[in-house]
């Protein structure tokens, strides 16, 4: 089983290059193929939704959208059953949860907030955000051993994840407070399934536009598959795979595969 996540920073944008991803997963053997992916950020509403160029893709679809910003969706081989949009019990007018279950295997999908600047009410929700997150994902954990939390969490673990940890130092994504709210999922009994495998120095899933950031591989690991002890045990290998970053009009972020 492979899984994967990507914040396409617009699906009305990047709808071929999703498509032509997933062909390009497919054409290198059937056990090559992407089985669940994560999307976020799809920037529409669920009217919107280019259901149908999944289907003829040969792929099901569950989504959950929002104008202008923010949506998410889980685009899998075989249907989701037991899917739920949102922090249950959190009230919240963004879409930045969609979870679903495939086999045995529990998936959720998140777009985490930005969180803007650590003095802003944008940080103060993402506080709140995440704490409502975890209770919840323990709740998730204690009915699915076989669980898998990915998206674009805006947060980096350590300065390995950073291009330039000095002078990015307490700004957002890598401030104290964000990280012990990432930490405390894995207190959760979480793993960071990237870091179950050597990787190359300086690996990132996110480039700013601006700089030429790509080019100069001046990014941050905010794309994250966290999963649980049983997942963890049957992990074979986790990627970040760049090439779709280098495509024309790219998104900034890049996909983050876990095989299973």
């Avoid at 390009?24 to 669940?36: F, P, T």
């Avoid at 976020?40 to 289907?55: G, N, R, S, V």
């Avoid at 899998?76 to 919240?92: L, Q, Y």
């Avoid at 890598?174 to 179950?196: K, Q």
């Amino acid at each position: 089983m492979k899984i994967a996540t990507w914040n396409v920073n617009s699906l009305t944008v990047r709808l071929p290059q999703v498509i032509d991803w997933l062909k390009a997963q497919e054409a290198l053997g059937a056990d090559q193929a992407i089985d669940v992916l994560a999307l976020q950020e799809l920037k529409m509403t669920d009217d919107k939704f280019p259901h149908q160029a999944f289907t003829d893709a040969g792929y099901h679809a569950q989504w959950f959208g929002q104008k202008t910003y923010n949506g998410v969706a889980l685009i899998s081989r075989t249907p989701a059953v037991d899917v739920v949009k949102n922090i249950p019990g959190f009230e919240d007018d963004m879409s930045r949860i969609i979870a679903g279950t495939f086999g045995d295997v529990r998936v959720i999908g998140g777009y985490f907030p930005n969180g803007q600047a650590p003095d802003s009410d944008k940080f103060v929700y993402k506080m709140r955000w995440l704490e409502a997150l975890k209770t919840w994902v323990k709740q998730e954990m204690a009915r699915h051993p076989k669980l898998a939390l990915m998206g674009d969490y805006n947060i980096t673990f350590d300065d390995l994840d950073v291009w330039d940890p000095v002078a990015l130092a307490g700004t957002i994504h890598c401030t104290p407070e964000e990280r012990a709210h990432l930490n405390g999922l894995i207190g959760l009994g979480l793993h960071d399934s990237f870091r179950l495998f050597e990787q190359p120095e300086k690996s990132y899933s996110w480039w700013d536009y601006r700089d030429f950031g790509f080019r100069r591989n001046r990014g941050l690991r905010i794309d994250h598959i966290l999963v649980t002890d049983a997942l963890k045990a049957q992990a074979t290998a986790c990627v970040i795979d760049k090439v779709p970053r280098k495509n024309e009009r790219p998104s900034d972020h890049t996909p983050v595969v876990l095989t299973i």
